[in-house]
């Protein structure tokens, strides 16, 4: 179902014209700003209802690598701001380890408005949101995807397998290098984890560097 979505949402977005789905560099920040306004008061599914703010996403309109997450927290419902919570510092904290600054990258997330209580999005609230998703991976163009938890994983590659499998290799996601690692959230609440979330992101920052540099 999602696969068709994902389909149907590239040929609407080719057919759109080439300055809608490649716009130059310049503009990419003013079309993802007015976007983000246009979305503001969706109501393409429930969520709606307990919304305070529509979390569009932040970061470098022309970022090599976008980070997605699974859907705002009360903190980032409250800012309209993704990752600013808790679950965000520790986001931040991880990004610094591999040498990368929250300005540098995108951040976006499977659902733009936060579920009740931090449940996991349904599959229909996934669905209705993702054509945004698909619409800013369109405009921003990253070269490399980093997926924060099984949410944003099983969301995009279409799969249910479990996280360790999903750690183990790289993936792709509209032919973009794609990886996996724990949510800041999880590891918040299992630190043991941190070893292995330690060891996907120097996999991940070797990547980087090597489509990058082409090292
Ligand atoms: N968790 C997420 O997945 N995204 C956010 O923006 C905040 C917390």
Known sequence: MLNKVIKQQLELLLQSGIKEVYPPVCQKGQRLDELAARYRNCQKCELAKGRTKLVYGEGNPDAFIMIIGEGPGASEDLSGRPFVGKAGELL???????????????????????PPSNRNPLPEERLACLPYLLEQ????????????????????????????????REHLFQNIPAFVTYHPAALLRNPNWKHGAWADLQKFEQRYYQLRDGS
């Not at 931040?92 to 929250?102: D, V, Y």
């Not at 540098?104 to 733009?112: Q, R, S, T």
């Not at 921003?140 to 969301?155: D, E, N, R, S, Y």
């Open 137 to 168: 991976i369109s405009i921003i163009q990253p070269k490399l995807l980093l997926f924060m938890g099984l949410v944003a994983a099983q969301t995009l590659l279409q799969t249910s397998e479990n996280m360790g499998e999903l750690r183990k």
């Open 92 to 114: 931040t904290k991880m990004l610094a380890a591999i040498h990368l600054s929250r300005e540098e990258v995108y951040i976006g997330n499977i659902v733009k408005c936060r």
